[in-house]
Structure formats: C-alpha cells, structure tokens
C-alpha cells in the first residue's frame, strides 16, 4: 500500500529543492543556518510518525498481538525492516538500522535524500533535517526523548550517511570527544 501523502499531512519535495534550500542558508547564513532545518525536522517528526502508523496499518501486518500492529507492537526486527521499507518509499533513501558497542543506535544510509554527494564537500555532516527528523520519530517508538547525530555524511565525501541515536547523556559525551578530536568509536568505547 502506497503512502498517501495528502492525507498524512506530508509533501513530495524534490532532493534538488532541499538541497538548494541548504546551500543557500548556508551561503547567507552560515553554520547557524542548521537551526532552522534541524527545527523543521522537529516539526515534521510527529506528522512522519502517524503517516508510519498509518501506512503499517494498511498493509495488514499484524503486532505480536495477532490484531493490527502498531509500531510499538513489532519486533525490533520487523520494526527495523518498515521502518526501511517505509522511508524508501517516502523518497528518502534506503536506510539500515544497527547497533553500535550496546551503546547506540545507528542509523547508515548509502543514498540518503538529504545529502549532497554532487555539491562541494561540507566541513561538517549536513543532514541537519534528518537529523532531528529522527530524533523525533524514533524518540516517539522508544517513548522517551532521544538525542541524534550525524557523524558520516555523504555531502562531506563520505561513502554513507551515519547517524547516532542514544539518549543525551552518551550523546552529549560523542559530541563533546568529536570536539577534542576523537573518533565516535572511540568515544563509545568510554561508555561501554
């Protein structure tokens, strides 16, 4: 079953247009210009959500119940393959979704929408959309607030986007170690 997007309060938007809405924040406003997309990411989280509800419902797949599943009601493994399926079909990219050292979750994506591989190469990861994006989807399935961050990304040269999720905590320290120059595997291994 086809997302329906009118009905989900969601909007096809070509990878040019967002691109091109990135490149020239960034042009006009500079680094501070990742606010404004990672605040659109939060505002379009709950829609992405419910549209996710939705399309699981249509397909007919069932929760552990045996009745209508509910993102909540899949297994971890059902749930990670749609959640795939579902934000391919949305336009955005074939993700996979994994485990890092216990400590987090990984999201990796080899053709993510929101990244610019064509474009100059950014200094930092630029799926500031996404980014919060995530948080606040997979924040709404683990039922607590989740921290994201975008420590690959296709628009710096890197073969894949990789983005972190875990709570605040771990991911303050991730991002704190990448400042000092660390790896984020390496900042991990201080959390284990």
């Known amino acids: 079953m086809p997302i329906d997007f009118p009905a989900n309060n ?5 990878h040019a247009s967002l691109g091109a809405l990135r490149t020239a924040l960034l042009r ?6 990742a606010a404004f997309l990672q605040e659109a990411g939060y505002a379009g ?3 992405m959500f419910s549209a996710f509800r939705t399309w699981l419902q249509a397909r007919g797949d069932s929760g552990a119940s045996g009745t209508a599943a509910e993102p909540e009601d899949l297994e971890v493994e059902a ?7 579902f934000f391919k079909e949305a336009g955005w990219g074939t993700l996979r979704i994994g485990t890092l050292r216990d400590a987090v979750a990984t999201i990796d994506c080899d053709d993510w929408g929101e990244a610019d591989a064509q474009g100059e190469a950014l200094d930092q990861p630029g799926c500031h959309l996404s980014t919060c994006h995530f948080a606040d989807f997979f924040g709404r399935i683990a039922d607590q607030p989740l921290a994201v961050l975008e420590v690959e990304c296709r628009s710096m040269g890197y073969a894949r986007c990789r983005f972190l999720l875990g709570n605040a905590e771990v991911m303050e320290h991730v991002y704190e170690e990448l400042g000092r120059g660390a790896g984020y595997e390496e900042a991990l291994e201080a959390v284990e």
């Open 79 to 85: 749930f990670q393959h749609r959640v795939a399926e």
């Open 45 to 47: 989280g709950e829609s």
């Open 10 to 14: 969601l909007l096809a938007l070509p």
């Open 28 to 33: 006009e406003i500079g680094p501070g210009s």
